[in-house]
């Protein structure tokens, strides 16, 4: 079966510092690969998806970015974290079809910065 | 007009009451329909694909109405654990498994 693997579930970054978050997937191959955030209370927001290794496709300009270095790997990386960078960060994966499939999610990350 | 729309709630009902919930969408195009469910500070978990005829998973059911851009959910049976938000989700139309997420609905089952 398929696991999606989401670390680290809880970090605190001071303002100005760099951020790398990763995402692995196993038990499948060539997944979409995504990235939310979700603020307190609000909803999901798309950050970044991709089909495939090394293709990226940012949803909203921010400070942010991310890349897929192998197959079943997203990373989501920031060089210096802004305060309004804080909240809950998720990983997701879903089959590559013709037709849209769920989503599946990881744990995701807790950040807070101060 | 938001793409997903849902009443936040809460919604607070007694345990084995009948409790539903509906959402609009605002992109006739869109094809595919779910209901995801979020505990509190936890990641959204699929609860159900929304098929057009309808469709029913144990005390869960899901209707479709794509002439009026509606979808809906009902729980029946209500129990402590089904306490959670749960969320509306749409694909976006043009290409790509792009999902819109509605900021979701809570339910409260109460002893």
């Known amino acids: 079966s398929q696991t999606i693997h989401q670390w680290p579930a809880t970090l605190v970054q001071p303002v100005g510092s760099p951020l790398s978050l990763e995402c692995t997937v196993e038990?499948?191959?060539?997944?979409?690969l995504y990235w939310y955030r979700q603020a307190a209370g609000r909803g999901l927001q798309l950050l970044f998806y991709s089909v495939g290794i090394g293709q990226i496709s940012s949803e909203v300009p921010q400070n942010l970015s991310a890349s897929r270095p192998q197959d079943r790997q997203f990373i989501l990386s920031s060089k210096k974290l802004l305060l309004s960078d804080s909240g809950f960060y998720l990983c997701?994966?879903?089959?590559?079809?013709?037709?849209?499939?769920?989503?599946?999610f990881g744990d995701g990350t807790r950040l807070s910065i101060l | 007009r938001k793409e997903v729309e849902q009443d936040p709630g809460p919604f607070n009902v007694p345990e084995g009451a009948t409790v539903a919930f509906n959402c609009t969408y605002s992109n006739s195009a869109s094809q595919s329909f779910f209901w995801y469910r979020q505990d509190c500070r936890k990641e959204p978990k699929l609860l159900m694909s929304v098929y057009s005829s309808g469709n029913e998973d144990g005390r869960f059911t899901a209707q479709l109405n794509r002439a009026s851009q509606y979808i809906s959910l009902l729980i029946r049976d209500s129990k402590l654990s089904d306490s959670a938000t749960y969320l509306c989700v749409v694909n976006r139309a043009g290409g790509g498994n792009k999902l819109t997420f509605g900021t979701g609905t809570q339910l409260k089952v109460e002893l």
């Open positions: 997701a994966w879903s089959v590559r079809t013709g037709r849209s499939q769920p989503q599946h």
């Open positions: 038990g499948t191959s060539n997944p979409n």
